[in-house]
């Protein structure tokens, strides 16, 4: 519903209050749909890719996190004009651990291209 989404817009990326250590609320559409109506339904946590080369494509993008992790849902590559016609990507984790892990050791990683990828939520 429209409400929800517009809370969720406002509230991603923001600050938990009173949270100790400090933990930022890391919404989603693809969260917000896990959890719905079904408690057993599986959490998934994405990341942005970009900086991927030219020749990338679903499959290149899947094996390159796969490798590395085992949570990994989905990978999809995409491109538009608004990047220059340059692809970006989105992963989708079911483990969060496994999300900030990729956050931290595949931002900056050489071995899809010429030039390093650039992760990020």
């Known amino acids: 519903d429209a409400s929800a989404l517009i809370a969720m817009h406002k509230l991603n990326g923001k600050i938990i209050p009173n949270s100790q250590p400090p933990v ?22 994405s990341i942005w890719v970009t900086d991927l080369p030219e020749d990338c494509d679903d499959d290149l993008l899947m094996r390159t996190f796969a490798s590395r992790f085992d949570s990994i849902k989905t990978a999809k590559v995409t491109s538009d004009l608004s990047h220059g016609k340059k692809p970006y990507g989105f992963v989708r984790f079911t483990s ?21 990828i650039k992760v990020s939520m």
Do not use: C, T, V, W
């Open 96 to 116: 969060q651990e496994e999300q900030r892990d990729a956050l931290i050791h595949m931002n900056g990683f050489r071995g899809m291209g010429d030039k390093p």
């Open 24 to 45: 930022r609320f890391q919404l989603n559409h693809s969260s917000a749909q896990a959890s719905g109506n079904n408690p057993f339904s599986e959490r998934e946590y």
